[in-house]
């Protein structure tokens, strides 16, 4: 850049494109400094070198904010995991839903562990009931990447994001008018009550005989 440009030609480009020529670096660095810019060298390895006049600083910036936008978008899952007692409060289960959607959201894999204490183990529907309860509450949200393992006095699940899904919802909240939240939520309100899916439990280990 500038000075340190010691080639004795090389090709100039301005800063709107135009081209301006071949030319010695000294001239082409008064050319920039007349214009309030930095001569930088842009293509180094052709014959001559290619040096473009831009404004350093900003290009520098603008790089940066590039790069930190890629590395955001570029996103690389991790499993996060969500534990859950047999016998949960319901503000509990609430608390650890929105926890998982948050995970979900953001682009990370869910593990979902039911975690069973002393003669819980006897009452193994009640985690496939929780499963099962997960499985429709996350519909809009994720898809089961692992169906429910018991190992031993953990009984276990993984969901992963549904893209697609994810995106029509972020579409449909855009779209929404003022007052459409209610309304859904009265449409849907009917559907709490029927009955969880029925959760396939593969079991695993010396007490899978309890499932």
Do not use: W
Request: aromatic share 4%; net charge positive; with cysteine.
């Amino acid at each position: 850049m500038n000075e340190r440009i010691r080639i004795s030609q090389i090709r100039v480009i301005a800063e709107d494109g135009e081209q301006l020529g071949v030319m010695t670096p000294q001239d082409a660095l008064r050319m920039a400094r007349e214009r309030g810019l930095d001569l930088v060298e842009v293509a180094p390895n052709v014959s001559p070198p290619v040096c473009r006049f831009l404004d350093f600083n900003k290009f520098r910036y603008e790089e940066q904010r590039r790069e930190r936008e890629a590395r955001r978008k570029h996103h690389l899952p991790r499993l996060k995991e969500v534990k859950f007692k047999p016998h949960i409060e319901a503000h509990d289960y609430q608390v650890k839903l929105m926890r998982l959607k948050r995970f979900l959201a953001r682009g990370d894999n869910a593990k979902v562990t039911v975690v069973f204490r002393g003669r819980e183990l006897s009452h193994a529907e009640l985690g496939r009931r929780i499963l099962a309860r997960l499985v429709t509450d996350l519909t809009a949200t994720a898809k089961v990447e692992r169906t429910p393992i018991l190992e031993g006095r953990f009984m276990t699940m993984v969901f992963v994001p549904d893209h697609e899904a994810l995106r029509r919802a972020a579409g449909a909240a855009k779209k929404a008018q003022p007052g459409a939240a209610g309304k859904s939520a009265s449409a849907q309100a009917p559907q709490s009550s029927a009955p969880p899916p029925s959760v396939e439990v593969q079991a695993k280990g010396p007490e899978s005989g309890s499932a």
